[in-house]
């Protein structure tokens, strides 16, 4: 009997194993290939990198929207009825799809960076096919539902597109590494070729990209106008129940210049302020009133609107997740809360030496007081006894017959416009505002508040444009951002651009050149042929018996040799091709 030491010793490759074993389940070494990928599972990868993108643009459009979660609640409530946070059973959802699809992303790349196939697993396939479906249902459900707020996403541009070139430029890098293996380590078709124009394509998109930039905080410093006042939409909804006393307060320890309510006239002519056209969502008139809870709100007498609780609501359905940082205090203060009425409030502006922006709801036409709500608003606001130069009125309707108060319009238009309806400011959305408006209005002396400004990357971004003020539901954030996030000058953003384009073009090359090297020393050694990676059964139907005898003997050895002791012998009849397995302790 002959004894044969092993002719091939394989050592293990943890990280390939960990690799192909997550994305394929192919755990052993004669289930990897290093063969070319079939076009079934290519396109499943173009299907994996398609639903990366959707998934990084939806996770995205959610970072950004943040500003506007009470709007999309507010909005979902108006059609159906009940209030609820929304955006828990969407942010749950999309951050655990997009780290799902983000690894097998990172699976993949590595799949083709270690040259195996890209067999994806039948249950990730699920999985893909899944988080696919779901983003696509939220794409369509979001537009349908609040189709306007698609516009965050261009707004936000102009604070994140500096970072996001940054951040393309970084991966279009890394990925040259892949195009180059690619195109270099195989012979040239015109598959190869297309593939390596449209890299070059994106990346020359990609180091052009700031041309189209129009980021107001790239700016000279001695430029940057004051810091725009905080006027408190509906006081400090977030510490308050919205439209209320203590709201209002709130907003004014918190650093608010100006009030900002929504006034509604009661039945027997009292302005009073809530935003709903009904009174279910911040009262209790369910209760109190249940057979009337869907009628409008301007259809009760104050009375009535007077008795109802305006606090439970909020420390119930807590909106923005604020209820657990109050203090006992600071709860039973609000649960006693009723519906505020606006002289009230104009008396609070008053004493605080501030000033108030009314955005007041015409009553409908069956309403008493249709034809003379307009008088009502100003008995109040001479009843306060504020100044009437700081209250500031924005509806449209009836203007001319309203004398002696600033003249504002929640519209954009235009400088004709404005100076023919004698308007002193122009109150935006800020989707709605762009940088070239804002400068255009100022140099004409229009001011213009930006409404709803809760996030700081928007608030600063509105500082660089020149904005007077902005309205924002969160005071007390915007308080703690003492100057714009970031700001650069023109000749630094200029170098940063110019600089890491410069290194990204150097890298390229350099990797391609490096890619190219190697592959003329691999072909002039002789070895293209030879891969120990690739010695599988199912390789060799074209093989002469030695050729096979020869494969079968490497793939036992590399498979057994780990189980076997060092004690353990293998003979070996190469005549019929039978491996025998004998232990030390047995003669020849």
């Not at 900002?260 to 369910?286: C, H, K, N, Q, W």
């Amino acid at each position: 009997m002959v004894k044969h030491q092993p002719l091939q010793v394989y050592e293990k490759q943890l990280f390939v194993s960990f690799v192909t074993g997550i994305y394929g389940c192919r755990w052993k070494r004669y289930q990897r290939s290093q063969e070319d990928s079939s076009r079934w599972e290519c396109t499943w990868f173009i299907i994996l990198c398609s639903s990366f993108l959707l998934v990084l643009f939806w996770a995205y459009f959610w970072l950004v929207a943040q500003n506007d979660f009470n709007e999309f609640n507010w909005s979902v409530y108006n059609r159906s009825g009940a209030w609820s946070d929304e955006t828990i059973p969407i942010l749950a959802p999309t951050t655990v799809g997009f780290s799902y699809i983000t690894f097998l992303m990172i699976l993949a790349l590595f799949h083709i960076s270690l040259g195996q196939q890209l067999n994806l697993y039948w249950v990730h396939k699920i999985g893909v096919l899944a988080t696919l479906f779901t983003t696509i249902s939220g794409v369509v459900s979001v537009d349908d539902i609040w189709g306007d707020e698609w516009d965050i996403l261009l707004v936000s541009l102009q604070s994140t597109a500096p970072f996001l070139h940054i951040g393309a430029l970084a991966t279009v890098t890394a990925i040259s590494w892949l195009v180059a293996g690619y195109v270099v380590r195989r012979d040239r078709s015109n598959f190869q070729v297309t593939v390596l124009v449209i890299y070059i394509i994106i990346l020359l998109a990609v180091y052009l990209a700031p041309l189209t930039f129009s980021c107001p905080c790239i700016m000279d410093r001695h430029t940057l106008r004051p810091r725009p006042d905080i006027i408190g939409r509906r006081g400090a909804p977030m510490l308050a129940p919205e439209n209320t006393i203590v709201s209002f307060n709130r907003a004014l320890q918190n650093g608010a210049s100006s009030l900002e309510a929504d006034v509604t006239i009661s039945v027997d002519g009292v302005p009073f302020l809530m935003r709903d056209r009904t009174l279910r969502r911040t009262t209790d008139v369910g209760k109190v009133f249940p057979a009337r809870q869907f009628e409008d709100a301007s259809l009760f007498n104050w009375t009535e609107i007077h008795s109802l609780n305006a606090g439970q609501w909020f420390l119930k359905s807590d909106p923005y997740w604020t209820v657990e940082t109050l203090t006992a205090r600071d709860r039973l203060r609000i649960g006693n809360q009723t519906v505020c009425s606006l002289v009230d409030m104009l008396r609070l502006a008053a004493r605080a030496n501030s000033s108030a922006l009314l955005d007041i709801r015409r009553p409908p036409p069956e309403h008493p007081r249709h034809r003379s709500w307009f008088m009502d608003t100003l008995w109040a606001v001479q009843k306060a006894g504020i100044s009437p130069k700081r209250v500031t009125w924005t509806p449209d309707t009836d203007r001319g017959r309203v004398r002696g108060l600033p003249q504002s319009a929640n519209e954009k238009l235009s400088l004709e416009e404005i100076r023919q309806r004698g308007i002193t400011s122009l109150t935006l959305h800020y989707s709605k505002a762009s940088h070239t408006d804002i400068q255009e209005y100022l140099a004409h002396n229009v001011s213009v508040t930006v409404s709803a400004v809760n996030a700081p990357w928007l608030y600063s971004v509105l500082w660089c444009s020149g904005v007077s003020s902005v309205s924002s539901d969160a005071p007390q954030v915007l308080r703690k951002v003492p100057y714009p996030i970031w700001l650069m000058s023109r000749s630094a953003y200029r170098f940063i651009w110019f600089s890491s384009d410069l290194v990204s073009i150097a890298l390229v090359i350099g990797i391609f050149c490096f890619q190219n090297y190697h592959m003329i020393r691999w072909k002039m050694s002789g070895m293209q042929n030879y891969n120990p990676e690739q010695i599988v059964l199912s390789a060799v139907a074209n093989r002469t018996n030695r050729d096979l005898n020869v494969m079968k003997e490497k793939l036992i050895f590399s498979e057994l040799n780990n189980g076997l002791s060092s004690t353990e012998d293998i003979s070996l009849f190469p005549e019929n091709g039978y491996a025998i397995y004998s232990h030390g302790g047995l003669g020849d």
